[in-house]
């Protein structure tokens, strides 16, 4: 950073500040995140990219610094190719919940990545949560990053049991927008990726709420 | 509080004005003494004109920035409401720096990470008292789920028109564990 390096601090390194929700919903999985990417009090990245790619069925959001998050996900990604080349079979989510805990465990929380993944299998809709130290909470909805607590309280008002595909997508987008308006690590647009039995699809910048006019809000 | 049941976190003075506290319960219980003292000496002075709710508060920013410049704080977040001046509603809140500021809605603690997104998103100027309740509720209800040191009891103090009142206890319902 050119104003940091002329005040002679070193600039912190580059964190996902970051809303990341999965739900479960009826037969399916929607993760959602925000986008954007601080360095300190300095947004480095307005338009982020925090899905990764796991599998065909099993997707990623990261939360924390992000060249962990990417490393990480990147790694367990191709470890479970490696996997479905051995085995001959879809890649159970749970494989890859298993590889995540097992790597962060063993950096005993240096690796500093928060995730929540989530996938479809032959078993049905799976989400968990990785911790940096490598717990996992395997829960119908939940929340990590800087703006977990908004979210959070967005889900713990409107999560029900048998929810639809766009009722889950909608609540999910509803927390992240809670994280992006009330936490100042998170902002910019809403990414969404939805995963069920006929296959996945990824909505970038679903919700531009920068651009929603809200009246009397603050931003 | 959970460790110490019934533990009242409002309170209510003759003068129309309720206080919410969050924080340390020997501080507020100096400044609860020390309201009731001034209020009452107040109405002894019998001249027509009685301290409001936004005299209370600007007297409580005061006191706790004094008290932070004398490195001495008063460890709690206090919420004032009831009228000001002009008859209006009024609402505010002090912190244990002196920062003190008025809002449609204030919280506390947890409330501040939990409630407030709720808050800002479901608050309108011409709410009805049952809308506020409910509101209310419902953030707490939430604060409870995800708050350990949170109890499903709670209390509510309302300040209208026709004066001031701290209701009593009850349970919150529909807790959701799963």
Not at chain 1, 42 to 52: A, G, S, T, Y
Not at chain 2, 24 to 33: G, L, P, T
Not at chain 2, 53 to 62: C, E, H
Not at chain 2, 147 to 174: P, R
Request: charged fraction near 20%; charge should be negative.
């Amino acid at each position: 950073m050119a104003t940091e390096a002329m005040a002679g601090v070193p600039s912190k390194f580059r964190k996902t500040g970051t809303t990341i929700v999965g739900v479960l919903f009826e037969g399916g999985v929607a993760l959602c995140s925000d986008t954007r990417a601080t360095a300190g009090n300095i947004v480095v990245d307005k338009n982020c990219l925090k899905q990764h790619y796991i599998a065909d069925n099993v997707w990623c959001l990261g939360a924390g610094t992000a060249a962990d998050t990417e490393a990480v996900t990147m790694q367990i990604s191709h470890e479970l190719r490696l996997l479905q080349f051995e085995t001959g079979r879809v890649v159970p989510v749970t494989a890859a919940i298993t590889a995540m805990k097992r790597h962060l465990w063993k950096y005993q929380g240096h690796v500093s990545a928060a995730l929540i993944c989530g996938g479809v299998d032959s078993t049905g809709a799976h989400l968990s949560s990785v911790w940096p130290h490598g717990s996992t909470d395997s829960l119908p909805f939940l929340t990590m990053g800087s703006g977990c607590l908004a979210a959070l309280s967005v889900l713990e008002r409107g999560w029900r049991r048998g929810l639809t595909k766009e009722e889950g997508v909608s609540l999910g987008i509803e927390a992240v927008k809670a994280g992006i308006f009330n936490d100042m690590g998170s902002g910019s647009n809403v990414d969404v990726v939805i995963i069920d039995g006929e296959g996945t699809e990824r909505r970038r910048n679903t919700v531009k709420p920068g651009t929603e006019s809200r009246g009397a809000d603050v931003l | 509080m959970v460790r110490y049941k019934g533990i009242r976190r409002v309170t209510a003075y003759d003068n129309g004005v309720c206080l919410g506290f969050s924080g340390d319960h020997a501080d507020f219980q100096s400044i609860d003494d020390e309201l009731t003292n001034m209020i009452r000496q107040d109405q002894c002075v019998d001249d027509g004109v009685t301290m409001g709710a936004k005299s209370i508060y600007g007297f409580l920013a005061a006191w706790m920035y004094q008290q932070r410049n004398e490195m001495k704080p008063l460890s709690v977040s206090l919420v004032v409401a009831g009228k000001d001046d002009k008859g209006e509603p009024f609402l505010g809140t002090v912190d244990q720096l002196g920062t003190h500021y008025e809002a449609p809605f204030v919280a506390t603690g947890f409330g501040n990470d939990l409630a407030l997104p709720v808050l800002r998103k479901e608050w309108t100027p011409n709410m009805s008292e049952l809308d506020a309740i409910r509101l209310v509720e419902d953030c707490l209800r939430v604060c409870y789920q995800r708050d350990c040191k949170a109890s499903n009891s709670i209390v509510m103090a309302k300040s209208t028109v026709d004066g001031v009142q701290v209701g009593v206890e009850y349970k919150l319902q529909n807790i959701n564990w799963q």
